[in-house]
């Protein structure tokens, strides 16, 4: 079991999530995630950085492996790109990659002014992009004309001694079997050990990460309070994260979400207990790796606890 820390692009500056970075290694964290995204889901998160710049600097700030949790390959950037950024990001880390993939969200993938496809044409989409990525990653020049993509005489030359693994976020049967289908691995924001065992069976035993938010803070009231000011679109039901085009939707949206509800599904405040008792649902559901993030300002007190109090109880 390895226990990493997740940076949220939307919501913390490059230099925030590269001091969470150094933060995390000093605390025993033992790899980290990165979101990947245009947008913030509403205004109030406030940042949206390039993941791909923040992953050059994170190698040469930490020594942690990097997963992105996860980058859409299909609509806003063409995979062939993707597939050169994923490159360098592994060469920069000595292989310490991986490239956690999904089919995205209208609020990042909208902006070049495309159709937003269906789920299971962005599923197909997503197939065929890392098909092209793996293509790419041998070294081979490249030229196909696919459904969705087409690839004219490419070939990528910064390459990592090893092809970038790829690992396939799924929520819903219909994801998942794709993640099965062309994952090398498993990604997920839920506690779900059927999906987990439906994976692990079905690969023959392909690792899976897992992922949750928390809100540390000195009362578990000003915890509620950040996760609810920041991040109430958590609580949208159904596929509205999938769909809804922009951050003002989202606010919109979000004004359904009560202060109860967020309160009723977060971990928030200092209760070491609490934390600990989230993580283990997400070991106790059979994941290999689980990703804590932090929402609000007290970042550091709260990799600074997870590192002298949670994470020694999740590991004895």
Known sequence: MRFGYFLSCEEYTPQQLIEQAVAAEEAGFEALWISDHFHP???????????????GALSQ??????TTAVTCPTVRVHPAVVAQAAATASVMLDGRFTLGVGTGEALNEHVLGGPWPSLDVRLEMLEEAVDVMRELWTGQTVTRQGKHYQVDTARLYTLPEQPVPVYVSAFGPKAL??????????????????????????????????GVKVAWAATEDEGVDHAHRLWANAGLPGELAQ??????????????????????????????????????????????????????PHYLDMIRAYGSEVLPQLRS
């Open 177 to 210: 079997q794709a993640a099965i289908a062309i994952g090398d691995g498993f990604v997920s924001t839920a506690p779900d050990a059927d999906s987990v065992a439906q994976f692990k069976e079905a690969t023959g035993g392909k690792p899976t990460q897992g």
């Open 61 to 66: 700030a930490c020594s942690l492996p990097v």
């Open 41 to 55: 889901w509403n205004d109030e998160q406030g940042e949206s950085a390039f993941v791909w710049s923040v992953i």
């Open 243 to 296: 769909v809804l085009p922009s951050p003002k939707h989202f606010e919109q949206a979000s004004q359904l979400v009560t202060r109860e509800s967020t309160a009723g599904s977060i971990v928030a405040g200092p209760d070491v207990a609490r934390h600990v008792d989230q993580l283990q649902q997400y070991v106790d559901a059979g994941y290999d790796e689980v990703y804590v993030a932090n929402m609000g």
